[in-house]
């Protein structure tokens, strides 16, 4: 009986030196405890989430990241471009446009891009709203020197949340823009089922568009479509065969967590960081 | 600005003659209740699953669906494939020889495949046991005269219930094996997120692998990743697009509503039923 050949997977990770945390992970604490709290983890890279940043002045938040040694990595999250009406999509334009002006104010490089979908129109004309939103902004970020990074999100949201569900999709339309400036964010739970990962991280490896890389797990069973994501190692997610590919493809970057949990945030925040950075050691 | 075309869709259905109901939709019933109240509904066709004929003799139970005026379109479900160890192998080839035994006694002509996968291995490795296991238990289905059809599962479960989770990916495993005996089943709630859904159906339809078709709707927002599908129309689907490729390929056979909830369940299965039939007019 034949069996298949082992995959490749990378080595453990040494140290902290590449770790990111997104501020949504420990969604409880403030960005000020959370910025202390992660440096003192050893962690040194951080995705600030725009809800962490409502009644506080940008530039000087961007500033006590810094002074607590923290590379600040991108600003989640613009998009949701698909639209009902003229007004709606101005503000999804007008909205991303504060996005971009705020992760330059933060002095993050990166807007990560959650693409929207509306149930109520087909995943084509999402689709083509989402191109014709990112066309229209691109001038705006390229102009500040904020790049845009479309995430692929797992088919389970393409009802609302995005109809770039592959990353086959992500890369067709970073590639067809044209722009440097405009990449994808590979976040393994999104993807990990996806037969063609392989190829599709190469291929945007190629084409230099390799923008992000986020971290969590699948946990087997999943209790809720949106809050119910795992430390790396609790699920069925073979994260270091995806990082292996990730690097192959000449990914060097921050390697981002990213977990959505209800039970993690109704929990103690510093043992839970704990157990991120063990995770991360041990799993990622 | 550029529009995208309107999608052809199929003309509604005129009558129930094409309608087929899963047990498991009413599954508070038994099948004996169940078969006397889609008769009277004016249901023509029933797809039983396997925990309806626990304690029932399985030829008098179809000679029983039959004397409703029902046909028995197919049983749900085997497959399961992957295993650990040698005896789970041969527990799960056992057992679908015995889901193949009672399709033969059933009067139902095709089994419909829940393939598997388990969360600690790898998704090539369960592919691999998928084809195995199905290889296995071919000729025994052939010798029987029952089709098997491979269902691909939504990727959000690809971590337990299905390796198989597009329906590219079922119509290279069904045109490879090689058989007439194998199929595919193509379950909208599964596939209707897919950029290449109409290119794979038209394929399936080529190669003479459309088996099964089953429709219900997916809610937004869903509140559960098993038992909170909707009924034809509550969701984002677009049912009649689907089935118009369907039809296109040259599927002309039963339109089955599959329907798990929990919602639905604890409700009154009579008016529930009535929703049903109205909701395949309506939507399907």
């Not at 929207?116 to 902004?137: F, N, T, Y």
């Not at 691109?138 to 109809?163: F, K, N, V």
């Not at 997610?237 to 993690?264: C, L, N, P, Q």
Request: hydrophobic share 40%; net charge negative.
């Amino acid at each position: 009986m034949s069996t298949e050949p082992e995959p490749e997977r990378a080595s453990p990770l040494a140290d902290l030196s590449r770790a990111c945390l997104h501020t949504i992970t420990t969604k409880p604490w403030s960005i000020e405890r959370a910025a202390e709290s992660y440096a003192r983890a050893g962690i040194r890279g951080i995705t600030v989430w725009r809800d962490a940043l409502v009644d506080r002045n940008v530039e000087r938040t961007g500033d006590m990241l810094r002074s607590h040694g923290l590379s600040v990595v991108s600003l989640c999250r613009g998009g949701f471009f698909p639209y009902k009406d003229d007004k709606a999509q101005k503000d999804a334009w007008d909205d991303n446009r504060r996005a971009i002006d705020q992760a330059a104010a933060l002095g993050a490089p990166l807007v990560v891009l959650v693409c929207g979908a509306l149930p109520d129109q087909s995943l084509e004309r999402s689709r083509r709203h989402i191109r014709e939103g990112i066309e229209a902004v691109l001038p705006y970020a390229e102009a500040r020197g904020i790049r845009l990074a479309i995430e692929p999100l797992h088919p389970m949201y393409a009802d609302s949340r995005s109809a770039i569900n592959t990353l086959s999709q992500a890369n067709d339309m970073a590639i067809a823009l044209g722009s440097a400036s405009v990449g994808v964010a590979v976040d393994v739970y999104h993807v990990w089922w996806d037969p063609s990962l392989e190829f599709e991280i190469q291929r945007a490896g190629r084409a230099g568009k390799l923008f992000a890389f986020h971290v969590c797990d699948w946990k087997s069973p999943t209790r809720d479509l949106l809050l119910d994501r795992g430390l790396p190692g609790e699920g069925c997610i073979d994260i270091r065969r995806i990082r292996r590919s990730m690097e192959k493809a000449g990914f060097d970057g921050w390697i981002e967590v990213e977990i959505f949990s209800e039970a993690y945030w109704a929990s103690d925040q510093a043992q839970f960081l704990d157990r991120v950075t063990q995770s991360y050691l041990d799993h990622v």
